[in-house]
C-alpha cells in the first residue's frame, strides 16, 4: 500500500493539534494493569482533543500508522513548531481512543 502524505491542510491542522496538546490541561486515564487488580493513572490528551484528532480521519490514521513518526516529526521542523512532545502526546491520544472504541465495539 502506497502512503499518501499530509495535505497541506492536514498539516496545518496537525500542528493546531500539537499547539493545543502542549496547552491544553491533561486527563489523566485509569489503565487497569494485566492481571486486572491494579492499575495507575495515564496522563493522555483531553478528551475534546482526543474527539477532534479522531474525527480528523487525515490527521488520525497518519497518527495511528506504523512508521509515519519521523515524517509527522518533518513536518513540525519544517514548520519550526515547539511542540513536538505534543505529537507524542497525540499518538498515545490516538491509540488510545482506537482502543476505547474496539471495547465498546466488541
Known sequence: ???????DRAQWRLLHYCRRAAAA??????????MGVR???VRHVNAELRQLVW?????????????????LVAVLERHR?????????????????????AEVAA
Open 39 to 41: 492499575g495507575r493513572h
Open 1 to 7: 500500500m502506497t502512503r499518501l502524505p499530509l495535505s
Open 81 to 101: 513548531c515547539p511542540h513536538a512532545l505534543g505529537l507524542l502526546d497525540l499518538m498515545a491520544g490516538v491509540t488510545l481512543e482506537a482502543g476505547r472504541r
Open 25 to 34: 490541561p491533561p486527563d489523566h486515564v485509569f489503565r487497569p494493569n494485566v
Open 55 to 71: 474525527a480528523d480521519v487525515e490527521v488520525r490514521d497518519a497518527l495511528l500508522e506504523d512508521g509515519r513518526y519521523g515524517e
